[in-house]
T-cell receptor, first 114, second 115 residues
Framework: KAGVTQTPRYLIKTRGQQVTLSCSPI?????VSWYQQTPGQGLQFLFE???????NKGNFPGRFSGRQFSNSRSEMNVSTLELGDSALYLC?????????????FGNGTRLTVT | AQKITQTQPGMFVQEKEAVTLDCTYD???????LFWYKQPSSGEMIFLIY??????QNATEGRYSLNFQKARKSANLVISASQLGDSAMYFC????????????FGKGTRLHILP
């Protein structure tokens, strides 16, 4: 079974631009979560989608948004990029059917904002 | 307040020794789950072990075991017979409640295994 796929692997953007990151979950997984990882703050929860609905949202500004499609693929968008948005963005999927199912992570998208 | 606390930012351990990585958590929900993940320098996050709050026994997976002390709100990861390949960042994570699918992570412990 293929794992979680994130594209692109690396992105370099300029302040003020916007960016869209993509995530394809493991086949059969209906829950997709997004995390921002930085050296200072660690892994911070952005949001979680299940069956195209956002079920949970972390404490991030409205510039961070996401969506999930009917095939469970998910996209994350960051508008008006700031230098502090430079981070590794991790997507993770889980079955979502049982509360003890673990997250399975992709390799992440490394975003650099200059 | 932090819900997941990992007090050891870094650890150095001799190969073949056992390692204990500390994790304390804070929740008032009686139903919760605790996870440990490993992140090697290559960056991928690897799921290691899970412990549910109602599980009667400590979880074990191969060389990994979880020392779950509910009253102390502690969920330490124990790695037996450490190997060079165990060098990585280790994250403790928690899911609160049975419906909340938000899993939050501690800041991690960087483990270095010395030959």
């Amino acid at each position: 079974k293929a794992g979680v796929t994130q594209t692109p692997r690396y992105l370099i953007k300029t302040r003020g631009q916007q960016v869209t990151l993509s995530c394809s979950p493991i086949s059969g997984h209906r829950s997709v979560s997004w995390y921002q990882q930085t050296p200072g703050q660690g892994l911070q929860f952005l949001f979680e989608y299940f069956s195209e609905t956002q079920r949970n949202k972390g404490n991030f500004p409205g510039r961070f948004s996401g969506r999930q499609f009917s095939n469970s693929r998910s996209e994350m968008n960051v508008s008006t990029l700031e230098l502090g948005d430079s981070a590794l963005y991790l997507c993770a999927s889980r079955t979502g059917r049982t509360y003890n199912s673990p997250l399975h992570f992709g390799n992440g998208t490394r975003l650099t904002v200059t | 307040a932090q819900k997941i606390t990992q007090t050891q930012p870094g650890m150095f351990v001799q190969e073949k020794e056992a390692v204990t990585l500390d994790c304390t958590y804070d929740t008032s929900d009686p139903s919760y789950g605790l996870f440990w993940y490993k992140q090697p320098s290559s960056g991928e996050m690897i799921f290691l072990i899970y412990q549910g709050s109602y599980d009667q026994q400590n979880a074990t997976e191969g060389r990994y075991s979880l020392n779950f002390q509910k009253a102390r709100k502690s969920a330490n990861l124990v790695i037996s017979a450490s190997q060079l390949g165990d060098s990585a960042m280790y994250f403790c994570a928690m899911r609160e409640g049975e419906r909340d699918d938000k899993i939050i992570f501690g800041k991690g412990t960087r483990l270095h295994i010395l030959p």
